[in-house]
């Protein structure tokens, strides 16, 4: 168990002495000192941007690798930091290393404001089944999708279109297999075959019917759980 917050190990580690601007914004934003804390990231963000790319870069590097690690890491992505330091490092990074998987996984895992997908892409294209923790979020990325696409699907709502989400599905279903835990990869797989039978379902009800898809449900003893509700309170 981590009983250390991100903030209070980066200001205990050696490396943070580099930056002594970024470890005092760190310090106090662990006080509780939003307003002072960001008065000092300000300077820092000042400072840094007057560094050549590869003193910015060794900055990203240290800062994401800490990211990784940490579940509460998004406390330390804070807009200014993020817009003025690292999109810019981010985006020459890429240009000038353009085959380095990193500046793509951590993109798409912290930095893609809801943009996420093509980041992680192009890491699972460059890293491949190493990229683990790119290859799970892709898989969960089109899960959310699929789940905000079906949510009202009782009310015979359906918020999306039949191409969006077999894109969707087939994009699970093109990664899933590369997952290395047996449990995960489990998980995935039987979401992505409730949506796919699910979409399979309105489709047929959709080419004769438009109301009373739990109905239809019911009486073709499907299995889902909103439609089970359904028989009980028959």
């Known amino acids: ?36 804390a960001l ?18 870069r060794v900055f990203v590097t240290w800062l994401f690798e800490w990211i990784e690690r940490f579940e509460d890491g998004h406390h330390l992505l ?3 930091l993020v817009n003025g330091v690292i999109q810019p490092v981010f985006q020459t990074w890429e240009n000038v290393d353009p085959l380095d998987v990193r500046p793509y996984r951590w993109r798409g895992l912290f930095v893609h ?32 999708a699929l789940w905000y696409s079906f949510h009202h699907i009782h009310e015979d709502l359906y918020l999306s279109t039949y191409e969006k989400d077999q894109e969707r599905i087939q994009g699970i279903e093109d990664v899933m297999m590369m997952i290395q835990d047996v449990r995960t990869r489990t998980n995935v797989q039987k979401q992505a075959a ?13 080419k ?13 003893k499907k299995p889902y759980e909103w439609v089970e509700a359904f028989y009980y309170q028959q």
């Open 194 to 206: 409730y949506y796919g039978q699910l979409l399979t379902d309105w489709m047929a009800f959709q």
């Open 208 to 220: 004769t019917e438009t109301r009373g898809f739990m109905k239809w449900c019911a009486e073709r």
């Open 78 to 80: 804070v807009y200014p």
């Open 113 to 144: 404001q809801g943009e996420g997908m093509p980041y992680l892409l192009k890491a699972l294209e460059l890293g491949g089944s190493k990229e683990q923790r790119v290859i799970v979020q892709i898989c969960e990325t089109y899960l959310s």
């Open 39 to 56: 008065k000092v990231l300000q300077s820092f963000i000042e400072e840094m941007k007057e560094n050549d790319f590869e003193v910015q």
């Open 1 to 36: 168990m981590q009983t250390k917050t991100i903030l209070q190990t980066i200001i205990q580690d050696e490396g943070s002495k580099d930056y002594p601007l970024f470890r005092q914004y760190c310090m106090r934003k662990e006080q509780g000192l939003r307003k002072d």
